[in-house]
């Protein structure tokens, strides 16, 4: 064999000519084209599927709010939690499918709201055993975003507004049925409420009247939103929270008063007089409630002050979010303090208890978002024109609402409450975009 001479490989071992073994690289590539492939031929179907779908969950998810469980045949159910996160997925999967009425926008709040669930994740992950409270708020804010875009597109705001109306509807029906003797509004009958604790009942009904009082009095006022604007204070007496009373009252109050120059001055005066009346009303109704709650009101001072000294101890990221993993850190305090048991899951304060749970990164996150929502209610009150301004009066009311009863609980963190909400921020948010679009309209008409 010369120098200019190769070994030959024996003609058995070579390859045929052209063909090469497949490599690992070549078969992902075969795997991702097929992927492509089924997804090119999946989408028009979800196109079409996804959105009534997504809309049929979504009214379900009323009804399963109020019942806590949605019975099937053959004994089994689902819960409101994996409801609202399957209606969250079928948003997503719209989304990506090219779905129009699916199509993800942008949520104003979810960059706090995302804060705030880093916060909680970072809290537990650090000092806390219990997580199931951290995937109920990250439930939560997906289904504020799926909500928001839900509203985002056609029939718009409206659908939101009636998903509330219905479900404050169905709560009271429920209510009634199973307890007719709430009509006698006796105090002692607030404890059989079946749907949700009497104060979690009263805080929705609290932030949902300002909304459905603001749409009843605006030009175009429909049947349903009045009915929904007179079932809430109904609601209301049944629960017999103070705090709710209270800020529901001062909420109407403030609204009316927000409206003197844009109403009749007759209307206005039958109105405010009312409400005054109605204001009257309540604080002796609060004054004569709070005289047989006394203990309990000395009793949340204490607790403020253990569950500040948890901050103290634990001041980076708290003793961990959620009502299980303060449970866990709440009573030996108070018993070191105080000298007595007290088992408590929330500190009845939303402050104190973003502060004792998830530290100062909670509440530079919850800080965030107070100030979005600050944004959003006066965006609310600069967009409506003066022909719809009761609309944007009641969702910066709503607002101000939501946020004064923090100080008295922690409605926040309730389960049922927290999907509630983020239903109401998504309706507002849109509801505010629907109003500045109508009024640059209106402005660019205008002749010069």
Known sequence: MTALQHPTVPSGDRPPHGLRPPTHSSRLDDWAGRARAARRWLEPYLRAVLPPLMLALLWLETATIVLDRFPLPWGHSFGFRSLARNVAIAVVLGHLAGAPALQLVRATLAAPLLAYLGAAFLSVAVNGEFWGEVRLLGVSVAFYVATRTIAAHRPGSVQLLHWLGILVTLQLLREFLNQPQLLLLREDLRNTLVSDHPNSVGYTLAVLLPLFLGVALGPSGKSLPKLYALLAPLGLLITFSRSAWATAVLGVLVMLVALRRRMRTARQTALLFGTVALATVVVLSVISLSSDRTHADLQRLRILNASLSLFHDHWLVGVGFGGPNFK?????????????????????????????????????????????????????????????????????????????????????????????????????ETRTEELERAHETDVAQRPA
């Open 328 to 428: 866990d850190a709440f009573p030996a305090r108070y018993l070191e303090m105080y000298g007595e048991g007290l088992f408590l899951f929330h500190s009845h304060n939303a402050v104190v208890e973003v502060l004792a749970c998830t530290g100062l990164v909670g509440a530079a996150a919850a800080a965030w978002l107070v100030w979005r929502l600050g944004r959003l209610a006066r965006r609310a009150l600069h967009a409506a024109p003066a022909a719809s301004s009761s609309e944007g009066i009641g969702m910066a009311v709503s607002i101000a609402v939501f946020l004064v009863m923090g100080l008295f609980d922690v409605p926040a963190t309730h389960p049922k409450l927290m999907l509630v909400f983020a239903a109401t921020l998504a309706f507002i």
